[in-house]
């Protein structure tokens, strides 16, 4: 884990700081092809490629080496947290596509009417609600180990409840020719109340990983 963490943090670095391609490359798209599609042309010159790859190779070879003696200097306790945080972060990215399936689908109609009722009440009864129920279910079985880091994700877990029972709501409100008012109105409270605990999540994380700055 200490490894993958001095590379993550490094190419981090790398990858702001770094043009990702020789200035010698470049690319020239056309569309002639019959289907339409794209096509690529590269036109480099090999010698110089050559040349700046060497250059390069003892560049990144020199920032790894700086990163390990960096790392020597650094506060354990920090280092270990680091760690703990990535273990976080690698079980929580996952779930993430059961988020996006939901609100993307949620996200359709902007409104309801009586030519898409039908269409809405399939989405959130296939999609939205299967979709955020495994988010929120996923959610909760994270456990973070480091204490301040639970607070925090305690937040996102009960904001997506909200959000949970906001779709559930939604699903009712449509699942009826006969819309009811008060019905939506729960829904929208709901979704607003979790959308704002988990507002408060996206800035208290974003303080959160601010500390490990120094690790970079």
Known sequence: M???????????????????????????????????SYT??????????ADSAAPAED????????GEDSWADADPALIEEASQFLEYSDKMEPLFTYETKAWDAYNINEYVKSSNR??????MT???????TKFVSGIKLVKPQNAELAKIHAKYVKGAYL???GFVLYKKYVSSATLNDAIL????????????????FNKEIDKYVSKFDALQ
């Open 118 to 123: 039908k269409q809405e009440y399939k989405l």
């Open 40 to 49: 690529m042309d590269l036109t480099s010159n090999a010698d110089d490629s």
């Open 126 to 132: 296939y999609t939205v609600v299967p979709n955020y």
């Open 185 to 200: 109105k729960q829904s929208k409270l709901k979704l607003q109340a979790g959308g704002k605990l988990i507002d408060q």
């Open 59 to 66: 560049n990144a070879d020199q920032s790894i080496s700086d």
């Open 2 to 36: 200490k490894n993958k963490l001095l590379l993550t943090l490094m190419l981090a670095a790398l990858v702001t700081t770094s043009s990702a391609l020789p200035a010698s490359i470049t690319y020239a798209a056309t569309d002639d092809a019959p289907d339409g």
């Open 163 to 165: 959000e949970l029972e």
